[in-house]
């Protein structure tokens, strides 16, 4: 494959490198040109565009996505069709994820025009999350290089999701003098939401002294009639030979591992009963938040099995304590008031169902609206206030004059909001906690409501989803904790950040604005209806 400036009397059957426009044609960028679309950017005066010529033996970037999917060897995934160079592979089912870290890294080291990325091995994920993506850096790439590949994955699977099975759990919770029966009552009621996210079922539970006899009885009682036994101390695990372990060598069982390298989990107790697996759960096992009883809970539920071993293989990546669905960090945060954000203005779309004018240049008590919008980020609490251009950049960009605002160019606004998000999201400072997406067509959003959403971002110790709300329905702006900016660069078409929301399983803070969350102006009618006057 060449790569470069080439002259338009050599280009059909090139692919472009960037968007190109011919009067009133727009070719977007990846387009493989015709003979027609030479015609068409010769009579627009173009005599030459940046473009990949392919060789003989290259593979487009689509087929040779689509083709090293095709080779790979996996169960219970999806494969997407290819676009942009792409294949994503989803989770047919929930379940614990598994790969082949070896065959992976194989893969990545053929070339690099050649990619493969993966969640972390044994990540749970939900039915329909995407848990690998092959990705073709260049326009296109040898076949040689493809079939290498698919040499490598013919070597046996290279991932799965392992699925949950609804397994029955029979529950022990020890009891102290002081110990409040509320305490054990909220304990199942968490316990049954974690096995009811696997189809599983708490089918007994058993309230003993915190002894060892009584626990050993009562868990040989429960592993006849159940798949698996969870003990709960009233008193954590302060010794190898305390209640826990020592009730389940008791009860006639195998300790396999007391003590695990995980933050919050390390008092966890991992044994076998009667062919059963018996956890003795930590005592941070009593709250919904992620700890080191849900990493081996759900690996067992999955069939998987788990080991001493692996155990001891937790430590890297064990350390809890800072995770984003850990609302109470053990190190302090900053104080708030220090959390910054970043407003993206989404301001580069083309006002289709307008017929012609550009709603964002609509006049509002004399105003363009986009201007308006700008005005009301830079009077908020936000510490940039960032605007994403495309469609009529200049005509935009002149709106913007005198502003102290950060403009973003998006020269491949035409494939879809996702392009805008990248664009935006690109230019936020590092040192920003989070980035406000607000639409540039929303009049009745002022900066007031904007400060509302991040002063509730800073209550949450910036780890949230923020969201405006209008009656208890979801609108606009929403403010994305900085977890989120990763995942945004693998969105594609007119995609917005409202399927990563509910993807990544963070907590969603709606802040009730009033009617402005729910109003924007994609009409004539509703644009008028606001105030606005459009212009041509």
Not at 299 to 320: E, K, Q, S, Y
Request: proline residues 5%; aromatic residues 2%.
């Amino acid at each position: 494959m060449k790569f470069g400036p080439v002259p338009i009397d050599q280009a059909e059957g090139a692919v472009l490198a960037h968007a190109t426009t011919a009067g009133e044609r727009r070719f977007r960028k990846a387009h493989r040109l015709s003979a027609e679309d030479v015609s068409a950017l010769k009579a627009a005066g173009i005599t030459e565009v940046v473009a990949a010529v392919l060789a003989a033996d290259d593979l487009g970037e689509d087929a040779a996505a689509e083709m090293i999917a095709a080779s790979m060897s996996h169960r219970n995934i999806e494969a997407k069709p290819a676009a942009t160079g792409r294949v994503n592979l989803h989770a047919e089912t929930a379940g614990v994820f598994t790969v082949d870290a070896a065959m992976v890294d194989a893969i990545n080291a053929v070339d690099p025009t050649i990619t493969i990325a993966t969640l972390a091995q044994h990540a749970p994920v939900e039915k329909g999350q995407m848990v690998a993506t092959v990705k073709i850096i260049p326009f296109a790439v040898a076949t040689a290089l493809v079939d290498r590949v698919a040499r490598i994955c013919a070597s046996g699977e290279i991932f799965a999701v392992n699925a949950y099975r609804p397994v029955r759990v029979g529950v022990i919770q020890t009891v102290l003098p002081g110990i409040k029966s509320s305490v054990l009552d909220k304990t199942l009621r968490v316990t049954e939401a974690r096995l009811a996210r696997s189809g599983g079922r708490l089918t007994a539970e058993r309230r003993t002294p915190h002894e060892i006899a009584p626990v050993a009885e009562a868990a040989a009682s429960l592993a006849r009639d159940n798949d698996m036994v969870v003990i709960f101390g009233a008193s954590a695990m302060s010794d190898f030979a305390d209640v826990v372990p020592a009730a389940i060598e008791q009860a006639g069982g195998t300790v396999i591992r007391a003590g695990m390298p995980v933050d919050p989990g390390n008092l966890l107790v991992l044994g076998t009963l009667d062919g059963k697996r018996v956890i003795g759960a930590p005592g941070c096992a009593r709250s919904p938040k992620e700890n080191g009883f849900d990493w081996v809970l759900d690996r067992l539920i999955a069939g998987l099995d788990v080991t001493a071993g692996d155990i001891a293989g937790m430590g890297v990546g064990g350390l809890l304590m800072e995770i984003p669905t850990r609302p109470q960090p053990r190190e302090p945060l900053p104080a708030r008031a220090e959390l910054k954000v970043d407003i993206v203005l989404l301001a580069a779309g083309r006002s289709s169902r307008m017929g012609g004018p550009n709603k964002l240049l609509a006049l509002f008590d004399g105003k363009p609206l986009v201007r308006r919008a700008a005005e009301r980020a830079l009077g908020s609490m936000a510490a940039n206030t960032i605007v994403v251009t495309g469609h009529q950049q200049e005509r935009v960009r002149a709106a913007m004059l005198g502003l102290d605002v950060t403009l973003a160019d998006n020269p491949d606004f035409a494939d879809g909001l996702s392009s805008s998000l990248k664009a935006g999201i690109a230019r936020v400072a590092g040192d920003t906690a989070g980035a406000m997406i607000v639409l540039g067509d929303m009049p009745g959003v002022s900066a007031a409501d904007l400060d509302g959403l991040i002063d509730a971002f800073r209550r949450s110790g910036g780890r949230s989803v923020v969201r405006a709300a209008h009656d208890g329905r979801r609108g606009n702006p929403v403010l994305l904790p900085r977890s989120l900016f990763p995942a945004i660069a693998h969105l594609e078409g007119d995609t917005g950040a409202r399927h990563l929301v509910e993807a990544e399983g963070l907590d969603v803070i709606d802040v009730e604005i009033g009617e402005g969350a729910a109003v924007d102006v994609d009409t004539r009618e509703a644009l008028e209806g606001a105030g606005g006057v459009l212009q041509d």
